[in-house]
């Protein structure tokens, strides 16, 4: 099963994990153990709820660790190295863009107009 197939809900069980995922129980709970960035929040009971985004996590580290065959500490390193180029990414939305730089614009000239108005 792929991410695509999953129910659109807020919150899943370690069950409905295993059962989108095909890794069992016992093994998500290893993978908290070893993966920082795999924290499913949890109930007053201290049951697991898993958001869609720690599926996505999940499908990210069986296919590292099961089809890449990296192994635990690669697959670690893999994902550090991923999340530093996602927060790189941000540079892209400088305001040297096109829009942003309209959009400022716009503001100052709305300033003006409101001080005349005033």
Do not use: C, H
Not at 80 to 100: C, G, H, T, Y
């Amino acid at each position: 099963m792929d991410i695509t197939a999953i129910p659109d809900k807020k919150y899943f069980t370690i069950g409905e994990v295993a059962g989108y995922t095909g890794i069992k129980p016992y093994v998500l709970r290893y993978w908290e153990s070893e993966f920082k960035i795999l924290r499913p929040l949890r109930r007053e009971s201290g049951q697991r709820r898993y958001t869609r985004k720690d599926i996505e996590l999940v499908f990210k580290i069986k296919f590292l660790l099961y089809e890449q065959k990296f192994s635990i500490a690669g697959a670690k390193r893999k994902l550090k190295e991923n999340n530093r180029k996602v927060e790189k990414q941000p540079e892209l939305f400088k305001e040297d863009s096109a829009a942003i730089s309209l959009i400022n614009e716009i503001k100052k000239e709305i300033t003006v107009l409101l001080k005349i108005l005033d």
